[in-house]
Nanobody, 123 residues
Framework: QVQLVESGGGLVQPGGSLRLSCAAS????????MGWYRQTPGKERELVAT???????NYADSVKGRFTISRDNAKNTVYLQMNSLKPEDTAVYYC?????????????????WGQGTQVTVSS
């Protein structure tokens, strides 16, 4: 299995910055795409940013120009740099990885989620 551990959430004032990290471990053979999503109570989980293995990024309109997704291949870690934070960015943020993992005799696809990290933007 592939496990994801997120860190970096917390309380920040409007206009401030945070950097989220998501470290992957397990029998990872390859990573096809990485992404960050967020969810607030009573709402569906929404896409924040994704990054493919080829380097293509995609951002929600609400975060374009403020958030940046990046990765460290050597560490199997994906980051989300969040600048100019707004109260409406308050949510639980989840990372997601898709790819191929090694099994005992072969390979299998995986689609793994982190446990979530709370980001609160408030004065």
């Amino acid at each position: 299995q592939v496990q994801l551990v997120e860190s970096g959430g917390g309380l920040v004032q409007p206009g401030g910055s945070l950097r989220l990290s998501c470290a992957a471990s397990g029998n990872i053979f390859s990573i096809t795409s990485m992404g960050w999503y967020r969810q607030t109570p009573g709402k569906e989980r929404e896409l924040v940013a994704t990054l493919t293995n080829g380097g293509t990024t995609n951002y929600a309109d609400s975060v374009k120009g403020r958030f940046t997704i990046s990765r460290d291949n050597a560490k199997n870690t994906v980051y989300l740099q969040m600048n100019s934070l707004k109260p409406e960015d308050t949510a639980v943020y989840y990372c997601n990885l898709k790819g191929v993992r090694r099994t005992y005799l072969s390979y299998a696809n995986y689609n793994s989620w982190g446990q979530g990290t709370q980001v609160t933007v408030s004065s």
